[in-house]
T-cell receptor, first 114, second 115 residues
Framework: AQSVSQHNHHVILSEAASLELGCNYS??????LFWYVQYPGQHLQLLLK??????LVKGIKGFEAEFIKSKFSFNLRKPSVQWSDTAEYFC????????????FGTGTLLAVQP | KAGVTQTPRYLIKTRGQQVTLSCSPI?????VSWYQQTPGQGLQFLFE???????NKGNFPGRFSGRQFSNSRSEMNVSTLELGDSALYLC??????????????FGEGSWLTVV
C-alpha cells in the first residue's frame, strides 16, 4: 500500500535557525506532492504543492520543497524560521490520477523558541 | 469567497448513538473528501465524492458512510458510535476531479467526542 513517512516527529529550533523536514513516499508511479501546515487551533493550510516541472517548489511564508524522484523524497525547507512558524507540518501525496485522495504522513510538530 | 464550512463544530455523543456531520464546499467545487484526524492515527482518508458519486473509500468499517448532494454539499454519518470514533473530522473540497493542478482546501473540522 502507498504510504508517506515523516521521520521527524518533533523538532525544536531557535528563531533564525534553518529548517529541513523530511518526507518520503512509497509509490513508483505518478505522484502529486503537498505540504500542509496546521497552526494551533486553525485548519489545515496548503504551504506548497508539486505536480510537474521544476522540482524545486516555492510556497508561502518563505517555505520551499525539493522533489527528488530517485529518492522518493519531498523535503520541506526554510532558511530562517520564526516563532510564528510553530505548527504541525504534514506531507501528503496523491497517487495516480482521477482522484483527490490525499495520503498523509504522521506529521511533524515544530516548536520555534524565541 | 467563503471557505469550506463544516457543521456542527463541536458535539458530544453517547456510545451506540449515531451522528451526521455536514460539509458545504467552496462555491463551484464539485469534489469533496472526508478525513479523520486523531492523535494516534493522524490524518486518515474516509471517502471522496465527485458529482454525487463516491470515487474512493478508505479502510473504515461500514458504520461510516457518506453522500453528496446535487449542490455538492456532503454529509457523513457514523452509526453505532464507539469511544474510538472520537476525533476531528475534516472535510476538504476542490474544483477538479483529480489532483493535478488544483488546490485542495480544508474546513475547520467537526470535533466529535463519544462518551
Amino acid at each position: 500500500a502507498q504510504s508517506v513517512s515523516q521521520h521527524n516527529h518533533h523538532v525544536i529550533l531557535s528563531e533564525a535557525a534553518s529548517l529541513e523536514l523530511g518526507c518520503n513516499y512509497s509509490y513508483g508511479g505518478t505522484v502529486n506532492l503537498f505540504w500542509y501546515v496546521q497552526y494551533p487551533g486553525q485548519h489545515l493550510q496548503l504551504l506548497l504543492k508539486y505536480f510537474s516541472g521544476d522540482p524545486l517548489v516555492k510556497g508561502i511564508k518563505g517555505f520551499e520543497a525539493e522533489f527528488i524522484k530517485s529518492k522518493f523524497s519531498f523535503n520541506l525547507r526554510k532558511p530562517s524560521v520564526q516563532w510564528s512558524d510553530t505548527a504541525e507540518y504534514f506531507c501528503a501525496v496523491i497517487v495516480g490520477g482521477a482522484t483527490n485522495k490525499l495520503i498523509f504522513g504522521t506529521g511533524t510538530l515544530l516548536a520555534v523558541q524565541p | 469567497k467563503a471557505g469550506v464550512t463544516q457543521t456542527p463544530r463541536y458535539l458530544i455523543k453517547t456510545r451506540g448513538q449515531q451522528v451526521t456531520l455536514s460539509c458545504s464546499p467552496i462555491s463551484g467545487h464539485r469534489s469533496v473528501s472526508w478525513y479523520q484526524q486523531t492523535p494516534g492515527q493522524g490524518l486518515q482518508f474516509l471517502f471522496e465524492y465527485f458529482s454525487e458519486t463516491q470515487r474512493n473509500k478508505g479502510n473504515f468499517p461500514g458504520r461510516f458512510s457518506g453522500r453528496q448532494f446535487s449542490n455538492s454539499r456532503s454529509e457523513m454519518n457514523v452509526s453505532t458510535l464507539e469511544l474510538g470514533d472520537s476525533a476531528l473530522y475534516l472535510c476538504a473540497s476542490s474544483t477538479a476531479g483529480s489532483g493535478s493542478g488544483n488546490t485542495i482546501y480544508f474546513g475547520e473540522g467537526s470535533w466529535l467526542t463519544v462518551v
